[in-house]
């Protein structure tokens, strides 16, 4: 069964600190993996994505890695902000149809306190 | 930011009544996809459309119903709205990518979140 699993389910640190999601997956042929960044009541917003040759991938504070072999994927934040608080979701499609299905995490809560 | 747009932002109606979400885009995407999300969980596809006059069910079974009429515009209906369906609803659009092996990047709307008493 295809499945995405992300952990911690929830994670508080205070501002300025670093922190580490990380998501594990099962989905298989594997196409891509996204982080997204869900803010309260807002829809997901896309960070980064990466494919089978690549190992890592930044967008300013955001740096993902992925390890295709062991189907590991983790999302490090550098220097947290309070606007960091969201909850980041993994999000790992297959190449199974043209349409390319879509697997969701359940998302890493984090919290940033000042 | 996006321009993909849903309205009304929340909803709280009682049992029985019928309902449209609406979603629409300005940035001529061809696919668009209804997404149900609970608190805390994943998101799952409950409706999709590779463009006008294709609707196509999601993964999650769903008593709503899509049209895709326009290109920008794909409303979502519910005709007898029961408290089960409240949750929230999340609309997405994406190019169309036919040249790349997997799905191009959807962006989403702000949600519609719905409450069924």
């Known amino acids: 069964k295809n499945q995405v699993e992300q952990s911690p389910q929830s994670l508080i640190i205070l501002e300025g600190k670093n922190c580490t999601l990380q998501c594990n997956y099962t989905v298989s042929p594997f196409s891509n993996l996204r982080w997204y960044k869900q803010d309260t009541g807002r829809g997901p917003v896309s960070l980064t994505i990466?494919?089978?040759?690549?190992n890592t991938k930044s967008n300013g504070r955001y740096t993902a890695t992925l390890d295709a072999d062991t189907k590991q994927s983790s999302l490090h934040i550098t220097a947290s902000q309070l606007s960091d608080s969201a909850s980041y979701i993994c999000?790992?499609?297959?190449?199974?149809?043209?349409?390319?299905?879509?697997?969701f995490g359940r998302g890493t809560q984090l919290t940033v306190w000042p | 930011e996006a321009d993909i747009y849903q309205t009304p932002r929340y909803l709280v109606i009682g049992t029985g009544k019928k309902i449209t979400l609406e979603c629409s885009q300005t940035m001529g995407h061809d696919k668009m996809y209804w997404y149900q999300q609970d608190p805390g969980m994943e998101l799952h596809l409950i409706h999709y459309?590779?463009?006008?006059?294709?609707?196509e069910k999601g993964d999650l079974s769903s008593e709503s119903t899509v049209s895709r009429i326009r290109t920008e515009h794909f409303p979502l209906t519910l005709e007898s709205a029961r408290p089960s369906h409240t949750s929230q609803y999340l609309c997405a659009s994406s190019e169309s990518n036919l040249g790349l092996a997997g799905p191009d990047t959807q962006y989403f709307g702000p949600g519609t979140r719905l409450t069924v008493l």
């Open positions: 999000v790992v499609s297959d190449r199974g149809s043209t349409l390319g299905r879509l697997y």
């Open positions: 990466m494919t089978f040759s690549e």
């Open positions: 459309s590779y463009g006008v006059n294709s609707t």
